[in-house]
C-alpha cells in the first residue's frame, strides 16, 4: 500500500470529522504519513458534510479534497438518498455504510460495478448499545480499519483512548473503545 485515500460522508454533529482524525492519528502512530481534514457546508447540526483522509507510506505533497477515493465512508445511510456517494470512486473501491441493510441491497441501490465492494456495519446500534447515544463515528472507524488493515487494532484502540481521554468520563472512553472493537467486529462485506 503506497497511498490510500478516503472519503466519508457524514452530517454535522455525528463526529465524522473526528472519526477521520482519529483514523489518521492512528496510521500516523502506525508510521505512515497522513493527512484529515473536513469540507463543510453551512455549518451546522445535521447538515451534510465530508471528511478525507490520505494515507501513505511516503510523505504526502498534494493538499486538496480526494476526488478519487479508494474507499468510501458512509456514516450516515440517508445522505444516499440525496447525494451520490459513489462519485469519483475507483473501480476497485470498497465502500462502508453505517446500516442494518442486506449489504446486496445497498450494492444495488448505490449501482456499484462488479469490482467495487460494500461492507455494512450497524454503527448506530452499537453506539447505542456501547455509550447510549446515536454516534456511529468509534464503530466506523473500527469497521475502516478491519477493511484497510492500515494499523492494528492495539495501535487504533490506543489512539482513542488517547484522543478521547481530555475530553470525556471513563465511562464514555471504555464505551468509544468497546464501539471500535465492535465496528471492528461485526462489519459485514456482501
Not at 450516515?76 to 459513489?86: G, M
Not at 446515536?134 to 495501535?155: F, I, Y
Request: hydrophobic share 35%; net charge positive.
Amino acid at each position: 500500500m503506497e497511498k490510500i485515500e478516503v472519503r466519508w460522508h457524514g452530517r454535522g454533529g455525528q463526529g465524522t470529522v473526528t472519526a477521520a482524525k482519529v483514523f489518521a492519528d492512528a496510521c500516523l502512530s502506525g508510521g505512515r504519513y497522513v493527512q484529515a481534514f473536513p469540507e463543510y457546508g453551512p455549518e451546522r447540526a445535521g447538515a451534510p458534510l465530508r471528511a478525507y483522509n490520505r494515507i501513505s507510506s511516503k510523505e504526502l505533497r498534494m493538499h486538496c479534497p480526494v476526488s478519487n477515493p479508494d474507499v468510501v465512508v458512509v456514516v450516515d445511510p440517508t445522505l444516499i438518498e440525496s447525494i451520490d456517494v459513489t462519485e469519483g470512486a475507483k473501480d476497485n473501491a470498497s465502500f462502508i455504510v453505517n446500516s442494518s441493510k442486506d449489504p446486496k441491497e445497498l450494492r444495488e441501490k448505490l449501482k456499484l460495478k462488479s469490482t467495487q465492494k460494500i461492507y455494512v456495519v450497524d454503527a448506530t446500534k452499537i453506539a447505542l448499545e456501547c455509550f447510549g447515544r446515536p454516534m456511529p463515528n468509534s464503530p466506523m472507524v473500527g469497521a475502516l480499519n478491519r477493511v484497510t488493515g492500515l494499523v492494528n487494532l492495539e495501535t487504533l484502540l490506543e489512539d482513542v483512548k488517547k484522543s478521547f481521554g481530555k475530553k470525556f468520563a471513563q465511562k464514555i472512553i471504555d464505551g468509544n473503545l468497546l464501539a471500535v472493537k465492535r465496528g471492528y467486529e461485526e462489519v459485514k462485506e456482501g
